[in-house]
């Protein structure tokens, strides 16, 4: 019996180009003994959560560099909830104003992640997100 | 939240509520018995034991090659062609699990976009979990689960394979090995090992120099095979010269070597044209009978050396264990008796050899 592994899911929905803060979360869960999907640039929010779907993630991490995460991130809530995948924690990571950050939470986001945050803290939140919900 | 709580999406694995909808094709109720098998233990017997029976109805391909060869783009353009005839196509893709923290980057869906929401596509990236020969101990329950839920071709990416990751071959029905040009003298071709488990050669990024070469190359290592006999998955066949010349049949398989542009699509056709031509060639003269039980008794293999392996460590104290591992580092006992004595403390049968 093996033990069981967190997997997560590293997504960049949206059209901006810069996928090195992506890269540099994955790594860092990898390091800590998780499995992480990682999907690359420009995932419209239906091929992030058929990822979701057909992988079993217990998280998903959206990086959004864009501006555009009060679009594209209540479109992958939605559809979560769509395909029954409610219990998935969701993190979003990226360039957040501080107002947004607390209606991305009030959809249900278990954390926000700006520039310079510690990877520890990211790794810790996923790790208890995964084992509260 | 609302919606199903995370104990609902972990429960009813064993329920036969969820194995009815593998069977009816949901693919979330697909993905959750993976992960079942994934885990492995008692739960995951049950239900392949209710799914085994559904199985053995597809057409599973195994792509390997070295790191970087352009497997993932390659199985993105067959899954495009297979669906093309109408056919739903299961993948199962693997990336080595860090030996260090027991964490992984699964990226095969990079290169994947293409077919990523295509409802009749179903995409599962697997970590090793410390198995060796280039596959997870849980590729083979996968591909049973997608056979099961009624995809009628799977397609196996193996890890970035080095000489030595030939388990593929042994549960593929067809083995595509990824070649990329000047990636190697003839010697490296005649070495044992991975070229030597195909089925079909695939000179992939063929727009590079050099290409043609490597294609002789290969020829060249393929023109050595003697005549009538044939290396099949690593093991020799007499092939029965039946003196019918239709069909192939009473000839051995002579692997196709094939050139493709994976990332333009070029020559995807004819390789989904070559995997059938060696479909059909085992079909004749029982030969995927006789592959099929030879596939089996190695799964059977397989699964009773881990399931005794993991039976003894869990018998065997942590204690005992530190204890015994003093013993061999201090030269009072070799490791080969102190494996017998923990075997024999553990109540399992001892063999003396």
Redesign the interface.
Known sequence: ??E??I?VLIAKPGLDGHDRGAKVV??A????????????LR??P??IV??A????VDAVGLSILSGAHRTLVPRVMRL??E?????VSVFVGGIIPDDDSLALREL?VKGVYGPGTALGEIVGAIQRGVAS? | MKGPSREDAQRPSTSTEVIGQVLSGDRRAIAQVISLMERGGAEAREAIAVLYRHTGRAQVIGVTGAPGTGKSTLVNEMAKAYRRQGLSVGIVAIDPTSPFSGGAILGDRIRMRDVATDPHIFIRSMATRGNLGGLARATADATHVLDAAGYPVILVETVGAGQNEVDIARMAHTTVVLQMPASGDEIQAIKAGILEIADILVVNKADLPGADNTVAALRAMLDLNSEHDEWHHGRLYRVEVAGVDSAGLGESWRSPVLKTCALRGEGVAELVVAIQAHWQYQGNGGLRERRERERVADELRRILRYTLLERLLSQISEDDLEQTVQHIVTREQDPYSAAETLIQKAGLVSQKV
């Open positions: 019996m093996e069981r592994k997997r994955a790594r869960l990898r390091d800590a003994g998780m499995e992480v999907i990682y999907t690359g995932q419209t239906e091929m058929e990822a779907l057909q992988e079993d979560l909830q395909y029954g995948l409610g219990h249900g919900s």
